[in-house]
Every structure is written in structure tokens, then in C-alpha cells.
């Protein structure tokens, strides 16, 4: 009997998304030992995903997992199909006609809103959209962010706010080196910001930055980062959840910030962490003038502590506003959509179609769990999505399907341009030549007819 994955019907498998999860995903397809071909299918010519466009240019660490993910795009049976949106240039019907499975790895790209009044004044962005633009991505390299604003208010208190505070705290010879969009360096070298505000709903033993992230902020050459010490008086349940076994960062970062508020020096620029706020209004003319928030207070027992907004209300001038509290998944091409928890709903990372797409459909990362997790997190989820799909194919019909190289004449005859491996790896080329003219590890093309154009043509 013929069975899917065998030589006489390899299973042709899709991944959506390039990320980390993306990528994670291909691999456990490709350790499996059937035959089969994967073909991991990017909206942009360039792959990685949030490693690329999310992962701070003063990280270059973070980065380095890059390496891992090159090996398994290098993979005999894997392939890089680059520049192909889903739902754009194709879609999930005509991707169900050409594979037996599609795992969906697409992410959580949008930002969180505050839902509050004057949310929308010039001068209040989200976290998200500043990160791309430093990080060069190219839906907001167009964007513009007034730094020419004294005080900043950053609102959360997560690795991407403390990411946010830092490239605004950090001076340009800090960043020079790295690979941060040229057209934002230019931009952070006549910045004006001198406060910066670290604004937080809970207490510092629920704050979700990680000690080492909390850490850079306090040896930044011209930043000192500052604390007051009534905020880091706890109750008696935050003094339990920091006892736990589990809550080792958070006691770390609590050590941080009483080394925080004992720092007398107070260099050019400050960053003062403040707790128990929560924004209630934005207020401003022709732009955002001013914050006011709520004092609150803890309410509820040990692990559970929830802030209550009171009575009191605190209000601070600002000109720049990023909120960062948190990303959101969108729907995704004809797929269920759970919108209220911002994710594809499953069971074990399955996804039940009803008749939408003849191939079985798979849901991994952030668009499947959330937003939760660092790098590292996407392998364990995504290799048990790929334990999911692996049980289901003795339950499919073994009908031959033509995968990837179908997927590229349809694109192609609708005046797409797909990339490929080589083609990332010219771009690759491209831009870390032109790193080396100003002494930085890369340059990155932002726009896209310029990340085509370093591809080259095909004949």
C-alpha cells in the first residue's frame, strides 16, 4: 500500500512564515526521515522574520541563531520560497491544491491598543512600529518619529519597552556599529530626548522584563536609569511570589532597581522606572502634550495580584508616546480566527478548516499560543505542532501533489518575482558590503524594489 512520505508520494509540506517558529517547524518536518520536500513561504525577499526585524541592532547575539536557521534552509529538501504573500499573491484554496499539509508560522505582528481617549494624536506610536523602523523593515521605513520632543513616556514594561527606552537612551556612537537602519541612526543623532518615563500598571515583582535585559539600562554611557524607593516598598504576597522557586528573575530584577534607586549620579539623559500607573487619558492639541493616569493599587493574593486603579491620578508632559503593551496575531487568509485571544484556534496545533483548503492545516508560534516566550520557546511548540501532523498522516489519502515547483509557475505567471536561498543570499551580500563602508556589520535594504533588485534578474 502506498503511503504518504514514502518514495512512490513524497508529502509536500508549506510553512508560513520564516521566523523563528517557521523555521523551527521545517526542521522537525525535515528529522522526521519520510521523503518529503518543505517549502517555507515568506511575505518579504528576506527571511528570519523577528530575529531580522525584532531582535534589538545592540543584540547581535540574539541574532547568531541565524546561523542555525541557514543550515536548515541549505537542507537538500528544503527551499526558500521569499517575496509570496499569503492571501496576497496566493491563496490558502490554491496552496491546498498543491500541498498535503501547510503548517502556518506567520506570527503576531500588530500592536496592542490602549483603548483610552486621545490615543491617536500625532506623536503616540506603537512600540511595534518603532522597532521596525529601526530595525529597517520595510512596512516602516516611511515612518517618522518627532525626537526633536524632550520627554518620552514608554508604556510597559516588557524586553520590547525596556528595547525602546534603550535605543532612545543610547547615544549614536553606542549605536553606530551596529546594524541599525542607516535612516534611523540619522534620525536618533539629533535627538532630543533627555526623559525618558518606564511606566508600568503592576509592581516591580510583576514586571516582565528579564534581569539581563533590565540590567544594560543601567550601564548606558550617557542614560542613568532611576528608581524611587517608595515604589520598591512590597507587600506581603509580592514578597511570597519572590520567594518562589520560579521567581528567581524576578528577585533579580528587584535587586536591580534598589541599585537603581541608590544611583546619585544623573548623567544627560534619565529613565525613570515608575510602577502602579495605568494611562487614562492622552491629552494635546496638534500632537500629545500630556498623560494623565491612575495610582494603583495591588488587590488579590499571591500570584495573582491584579492592579486596581484608584481615585488618585498622576499627570505627566510628554511629546513622544510608545505603548508596548503587548503584540496581536491577525486573521489569516480564509483561517478561523479567535479574536477575541488573537490566535487561529486548534487542538494540539491542528486546525479544523471545514472544506476551506484540501490540505490539512497546521498552526505554530506566536499565532498559536501568543505572544509568550523568548526565541528558544518557538522549538519546543513548533516540534510538537509537527508531532500533531506526523500522527494524522496515515489518515490521508497518499495522492501526489507538486508542491513548490507549481507554486513558483503560478507565481510566476501572474508577473511575480519569488525569491529564493541564493537570491537572500546576494542581498546578504549586498548588505554587509555596504556595512563595510561605514564600519558596521551590515546595512540593511529597507525598501523592496532595492532588496529585488540586489537578487538580480533570472533568465
Known amino acids: 500500500m502506498t503511503i504518504l512520505g514514502s518514495a512512490a508520494c513524497p508529502l509536500r509540506a508549506a510553512v508560513i512564515g520564516s521566523g523563528p517558529s517557521g523555521f523551527y517547524a521545517a526542521e522537525a518536518l525535515l528529522q522526521s526521515g519520510l521523503k518529503l520536500t518543505v517549502d517555507i513561504i515568506e511575505r518579504l525577499p528576506t527571511p528570519y522574520g523577528l530575529v531580522r526585524f525584532g531582535v534589538a541592532p545592540d543584540h547581535p547575539k540574539l541574532k547568531e541563531v541565524v546561523q542555525v536557521f541557514a543550515r536548515i534552509a541549505c537542507h537538500e529538501a528544503c527551499s526558500l520560497i521569499g517575496n509570496t504573500g499569503v492571501g496576497r499573491d496566493v491563496s490558502m484554496r490554491s496552496l491546498g491544491q498543491l500541498y498535503h499539509v501547510v503548517v502556518v508560522a506567520a506570527g503576531a505582528s500588530r500592536d496592542r491598543c490602549l483603548g483610552i481617549p486621545g490615543e491617536h494624536l500625532p506623536g ?47 547615544s549614536v556612537d553606542e549605536l553606530r556599529h551596529t546594524d541599525i537602519a542607516s535612516h534611523a541612526l540619522d534620525a536618533l543623532a539629533s535627538s532630543r530626548v533627555r526623559e525618558i518615563h518606564l511606566i508600568g500598571r503592576r509592581g516591580p515583582a510583576q514586571a516582565k522584563f528579564s534581569p539581563k535585559e533590565l540590567r544594560e539600562l543601567g550601564h548606558l554611557e550617557h542614560c542613568s536609569a532611576a528608581v524611587d524607593e517608595r515604589d520598591l516598598i512590597l507587600s506581603n504576597e509580592c514578597l511570597v ?219
Not at 500522527?391 to 503560478?410: I, N, Q, W
Open 241 to 459: 511570589e519572590l520567594k518562589d522557586p520560579h521567581a528567581d528573575a524576578a528577585a533579580r530584577n528587584l535587586q536591580l532597581l534598589r541599585e537603581f534607586a541608590q544611583v546619585g549620579q544623573v548623567k544627560t539623559k534619565q529613565c525613570r522606572i515608575r510602577f502602579l500607573l495605568t494611562p487614562l487619558e492622552i491629552h494635546g492639541d496638534t500632537r500629545v502634550r500630556r498623560i494623565v493616569f491612575g495610582r494603583n493599587e495591588l488587590c488579590g493574593p499571591a500570584f495573582d495580584r491584579q492592579a486596581r486603579c484608584t481615585d488618585q491620578r498622576v499627570e505627566l508632559d510628554a511629546g513622544l508616546v510608545f505603548r508596548s503593551v503587548g503584540y496581536r496575531s491577525e486573521p489569516f487568509d480564509m483561517l478561523p480566527f479567535d479574536k477575541a485571544r488573537g490566535l487561529i484556534p486548534h487542538v494540539d496545533g491542528r486546525v479544523a478548516c471545514d472544506g476551506i483548503t484540501d490540505a490539512r492545516v497546521y498552526v505554530t508560534g506566536w499565532i498559536k499560543r501568543g505572544p509568550t516566550g523568548i526565541i528558544g520557546t518557538n522549538r519546543a511548540d513548533s516540534v510538537a505542532s509537527v508531532q500533531t501532523l506526523l500522527s494524522d498522516l496515515p489518515f490521508m489519502t497518499p495522492v501526489a501533489k507538486p508542491g513548490g515547483s507549481a507554486l513558483r509557475e503560478y507565481l510566476s505567471s501572474r508577473g511575480q518575482r519569488p525569491t529564493d536561498w541564493s537570491d537572500w543570499e546576494r542581498i546578504d551580500m549586498v548588505e554587509r558590503e555596504r556595512g563595510v563602508a561605514t564600519g558596521r556589520a551590515r546595512e540593511k535594504l529597507v525598501r523592496l524594489d532595492d532588496m529585488l533588485a540586489a537578487a538580480g534578474s533570472r533568465s
Open 124 to 170: 503616540v506610536h506603537s512600540a511595534t512600529d518603532f522597532v521596525g523602523w529601526y530595525n529597517g523593515h520595510p512596512d516602516c521605513a516611511h515612518l517618522q518619529f518627532d525626537l526633536s520632543q524632550e520627554t518620552a513616556v514608554v508604556i510597559g514594561q516588557g524586553n520590547v519597552a525596556l528595547d525602546v527606552c534603550r535605543i532612545l537612551a543610547k
